[in-house]
């Protein structure tokens, strides 16, 4: 399945396996891929997605609304980006966090990936 630089394959599988590489050119997620595989048969959807915050551009933020998404979005709920860094004002400590983890921003994805599932 495509949509324009995005894509996704789906192949068959006995249970639930996510295997997730998102590729921004953003530099808060660096110049590697960030890449996770969850096998939701060894590992628990609450300990390693659910927590997940997930995380969006500022420039798309009037576009989503318009079209009826992210209604409830805010920089509480969400990790908002624009062109350089991350927007949210809770200090350096969530900025260091999420810089640090190569699976932030992976996780994240996965959770909306799954809940669309």
């Known amino acids: 399945m495509r949509d324009g630089d ?5 192949e068959p599988f006995d249970g639930f396996k996510l295997d ?9 997620f660096g ?4 890449h996770v595989v969850i096998d939701f048969a060894e590992h628990s959807y609450a ?6 915050r997930t995380f969006g551009f500022m420039q798309d933020v009037e576009a989503m609304r318009a079209a009826g998404l992210a209604l409830g979005g805010s920089l509480q709920n969400a990790i908002v980006l624009d062109e350089t860094r991350v927007l949210n004002s809770e200090g ?5 966090r ?4 190569t699976r932030c921003w992976t996780r994240s994805a996965t959770c909306t990936c799954s809940a669309t599932r």
């Open 6 to 10: 995005k894509w996704a394959r789906f």
């Open 20 to 28: 997730f590489t998102i590729d921004f050119p953003h530099p808060v």
């Open 31 to 34: 110049s590697e891929n960030r």
């Open 47 to 52: 300990k390693e997605v659910a927590r997940a």
């Open 92 to 96: 350096p400590a969530l900025r260091q």
């Open 98 to 101: 999420i810089r640090r983890s």
